[in-house]
């Protein structure tokens, strides 16, 4: 089952601007990952926050996490085209292993 | 740089036939995933290995899945027979067993079309 909502689950934004997707799930957690999907391919890891963070940076992508609202966020700052791609967020519960997968934002930065 | 490998990439099958998918983990990840993602949505976990030995397949529809990574290194998801809503992507991933925080690295996968 999945784990949470995101939200929006599209998003279109001119290069250059920022993009925000929200992310929100219902269990406690051990930490919380981003991944990128190109249209019908795998998914790649961009980063993970864990639960006592609050905020974590990696290159343009800036995440942040609230436990008491079980909520994330993911902005990408100057977007690229090449950012076209859904997002998905995905959480390790605490005590297992697997990922829970959200259902993702359909990202398209137009050139 | 080490990658997740899976074959077929497609596979066009026909209801009540059975098809079989492979997945090749990085060197040295004892802990490997299959996942289904229905187009439009994320991915759900079938069935989680550690080695050769399985450890969460409470979402493996049984009655017609079957999953096995016999050495522990390879392995194969199988589907007998197919049905039309198992028209999918299947992924497969892979992590480290030491792996605190447990990031996942994913193949390319199989889209499934079943007519």
């Known amino acids: 089952s999945q784990q949470g909502e995101e939200d929006p689950q599209a998003l279109s934004i001119q290069e250059g601007e920022n993009a925000t997707m929200n992310c929100s799930y219902k269990t406690s957690i051990n930490n919380l990952q981003w991944y990128r999907q190109n249209s019908g391919r795998g998914l790649v890891h961009l980063i993970l926050i864990r639960s006592n963070e609050r905020e974590k940076h990696s290159g343009r992508l800036r995440v942040t996490l609230d436990t008491s609202k079980k909520s994330s966020s993911l902005l990408i700052t100057a977007s690229r085209a090449a950012d076209t791609a859904s997002y998905f967020c995905?959480?390790?519960?605490?005590?297992?292993?697997?990922?829970?997968f959200g259902s993702g934002t359909r990202l398209q930065v137009q050139p | 740089e080490a990658e997740v490998a899976q074959s077929p990439r497609y596979k066009i099958t026909e209801k009540s036939q059975a098809v079989a998918f492979w997945c090749d983990p990085i060197s040295g990840h004892a802990t490997l995933y299959w996942y289904r993602q229905i187009l439009g949505q994320g991915p759900e976990l079938l069935v989680q290995?550690?080695?050769?030995?399985?450890?969460?397949d409470s979402q493996l529809p049984k009655d017609r899945f079957s999953a096995e990574r016999l050495k522990g290194v390879d392995s194969t998801l199988k589907i007998q027979p197919a049905e039309l809503g198992d028209s999918a992507m299947y992924l497969c991933?892979?992590?480290?067993?030491?792996?605190?925080?447990?990031?996942?690295?994913f193949g390319p996968g199989t889209r499934l079309t079943v007519l």
């Open positions: 290995f550690q080695d050769e030995s399985v450890v969460d």
């Open positions: 995905a959480t390790v519960d605490t005590g297992r292993r697997a990922l829970t």
């Open positions: 991933a892979s992590s480290r067993q030491d792996s605190t925080y447990n990031e996942q690295f």
